[in-house]
């Protein structure tokens, strides 16, 4: 009985003294919890796994006006909703606006006929479509035209001499890098060399990169393609410098000798080639297709401060795909957008509210114009001078240290983000440029101090079915948000007054 007694006292004191030590271990956890930085909420395999969300097949490139984009607009609005940010779009979260949308499905066909043998190119390898191509299937000889520019004006006409009437074009993608009389080209777009080539009675054309270029640009996915009305019947496709050389190896030339002949004398090298084209390209183009920037709010916990705002923001589109052909973007700008709603989450679940407002929005559009971000900035609700500086984060995943553009239009925001990065990464490189760029421009030009984040050396994948989940860079990927989020945590504590705009 004593013994009995003696035994439940043992058990009574150690169920204590165990309750003691979970209490204590609770503290402790709770202490630490606290203490834990309100950065390291963003991580690594969260940022990762939802750039292999936005950059997988069910995107399928996240070209706006496509179902692929909507999705992943979709999913950023349920990660914001989820987070309990406000809805700040035209209907709830969706910021619309109205761009010009091509799909292009399969076939996609590109084939030379050389004496009559027929050589089959590969899409991606060999040759891609251009984003705002038109439809067409043909198979037509080819007349080499240069750099595809008429401009009598100057004396210069890559058109004079050679009748390219229900022929297919082939001329160099970019403009030459000399002048005439120090006159400017103007602007080598894609659909303005087309309008060029159509109006002289051509079907179709073959852009080249320059071959004579140290590193010849790439067949990049894009949707850049300038000015005027969309040629609905007239296949633009981007060929290798190999199939150029095919091409033209029955007028026993390159076309690297093409770009010299015409370089070296600042005159015209056209000429019918013996040689056929074999295109198809199956294109659906609207004028107007819906798509929408993602738009929400964290208000400020300052009564007045609450008043003036933050806007952190990255595109969320990308070039899309072509004929089963995806182009992922993974860095380009899925990482960006995995920044955006990293960010928005830690200041989300921060104890401590930001006194500032904060809006966090993912712009549609950037790849073909800037249009999101410029929509977004006309469209604004909040009088200009409330926002207090502008983030952009565009291809933060891929490289080796960290770059913060705009430094010389927007100083003193750029100190305060080097001055975060000495203390906790030291990945900043001190080259910084002017004028906002990519969509820190629209917000530059109305006089919003704005910081450009992107990773150094960014850009060996741009536009690449290779810009793929697996070549990003997780550590640096985690640093450069953390690096954005405590730059905008600075501003939103009040720690930086709007400056005036260089
Ligand atoms: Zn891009």
């Known amino acids: ?38 950065e390291s909420v963003i991580q690594k395999e969260s940022l990762i796994n939802t ?12 070209l706006p006006g496509s179902e692929g984009y909507n999705n992943a607009a979709k999913f950023a609005a349920e990660k914001f909703k989820e987070l309990n940010l406000l809805p700040l779009g035209d209907s709830l979260f969706y910021q619309f606006l109205y761009v010009e949308y091509n799909r292009i499905d399969t076939p996609a066909v590109f084939s030379a006929i050389i004496d009559s043998v027929t050589i089959e190119y590969e899409l991606g390898k060999d040759f891609v479509i251009r984003g705002f191509s038109g439809a067409n299937r043909f198979s037509l000889p080819v007349v080499f035209c240069g750099y595809g520019i008429s401009r009598p004006d100057l004396g210069y006409d890559d058109y004079k001499d050679v009748n390219v009437k229900d022929k297919i074009v082939m001329v160099f993608k970019q403009n030459p890098i000399w002048k005439i009389d120090n006159k400017e080209w103007g602007n080598a777009y894609p659909r303005e060399k087309s309008l060029i080539a159509k109006s002289k009675g051509a079907k179709g054309i073959l852009f ?41 190896s029955m007028a026993a ?15 015209p090298h056209s000429f019918l ?95 073909q114009g800037l249009f999101g971000s410029k929509h977004f900035v006309e469209n604004m609700k909040i009088p200009k001078e409330k926002i207090v500086a502008m983030l952009n984060l565009d291809c933060i995943g891929y490289g080796d240290s960290i770059q913060v553009g705009n430094g010389k239009s927007s100083p003193k925001l750029w100190q305060i983000a080097k001055e975060i990065d000495s203390k906790h990464f ?59 989020f405590l730059t905008a945590k600075q501003i939103a504590d009040g720690k930086y007054e709007r400056e005036i705009v260089r």
């Not at 969300?53 to 996240?62: H, N, T, Y």
């Not at 109305?446 to 990003?472: A, N, R």
């Open 253 to 267: 030339l390159t076309i690297s000798e093409c770009q010299t002949k015409i370089d070296e004398t600042k005159k």
């Open 51 to 62: 750039v292999s969300i936005l950059a997988s097949q069910d995107f399928d490139g996240r």
């Open 426 to 484: 030291n990945l900043m490189i001190n080259d910084t440029w002017s004028g906002g760029g990519a969509d820190a421009t629209a917000f530059h030009e109305k006089g919003i101090p704005s910081l450009y984040f992107v990773s150094k050396y960014s850009y060996d994948h741009l536009h690449l079915p290779t810009d793929t989940v697996e070549t990003l860079n997780p550590d640096l990927f985690e640093k450069i948000v953390r690096l954005a």
């Open 273 to 367: 080639i013996n040689t056929k084209a074999n295109v198809i390209v199956n294109a659906h183009y609207e004028k107007n297709a819906r798509t929408m920037n993602v738009v929400a709010l964290l208000e400020g916990s300052d009564p007045v401060m609450k008043n003036e705002y933050i806007v952190i923001g990255a595109h969320l589109d990308h070039v899309g795909s072509q004929a089963g052909l995806i182009f992922p973007g993974a860095n380009d700008n899925a990482s960006g957008s995995a920044g955006v709603l990293e960010i928005a989450k830690a200041f989300a679940l921060d104890k401590v509210k930001p006194k500032r407002s904060i809006i966090f929005v993912l712009f549609s559009a950037e790849e």
């Open 208 to 248: 080249v990169s320059l071959p004579n270029d140290s590193k010849p640009q790439p067949l990049i996915g894009s949707v850049m393609h300038g000015e005027g009305e969309h040629p609905v019947d007239f296949p633009q496709l981007h060929i290798s410098i190999k199939a150029a050389d095919d091409l033209l």
């Open 1 to 38: 009985m004593k013994n009995n007694l003696h035994s439940r006292k043992t058990m009574k004191l150690t169920f204590s003294f165990a309750k003691n030590l979970i209490f204590f271990f609770l503290l402790c956890a709770q202490v630490f919890s606290q203490s834990r930085s309100a």
